[in-house]
């Protein structure tokens, strides 16, 4: 069973930073594509980032490209996503979902997803 669960939400002040981390069990883990997804209160899902668990490659939008870094440790089968300069508008709870797929696109849905944690940035 794929199984996800986020950590490293929290509380920061604008301008701050913070990494999430994903941990990930139940499947093999260079077969899948993790992806990191937000959603604030009254908005839809938003897509963030995403990275290959074979190649490493990665994706990132618009949004958050100069802010935000992905990364993974296949050792410790664990994603993370690293948020600088962060925004009051960057506030929402977020989400990692997995995708059986090498290829680092969001085009396509994600089948597995994590129970979300909490970022909150105060202006």
């Known amino acids: 069973e794929v199984q996800l669960v986020e950590s490293g939400g929290g509380l920061v002040q604008a301008g701050g930073s913070l990494r999430l981390s994903c941990a990930a069990s139940?499947?093999?883990?260079?077969?899948?594509?993790i992806g990191w997804f937000r959603q604030a209160p009254g908005k839809e899902r938003e897509k963030v980032s995403c990275?290959?668990?074979?190649?490493?490659?990665?994706h990132l939008e618009q949004s958050v490209k100069d802010r935000f870094t992905i990364s993974r440790d296949n050792a410790k089968r664990t994603v993370y996503l690293q948020m600088n300069n962060l925004r009051p508008e960057d506030t929402a709870v977020y989400y990692c979902?997995?995708?059986?797929?090498?290829?680092?696109?969001?085009?396509?849905?994600?089948?597995?997803w994590g129970q979300g944690t909490q970022v909150t940035v105060s202006s």
């Open positions: 979902a997995a995708r059986r797929s090498t290829v680092a696109t969001m085009i396509f849905p994600f089948d597995h």
């Open positions: 990275i290959s668990l074979s190649d490493g490659s990665t």
């Open positions: 139940g499947f093999t883990f260079d077969d899948y594509a």
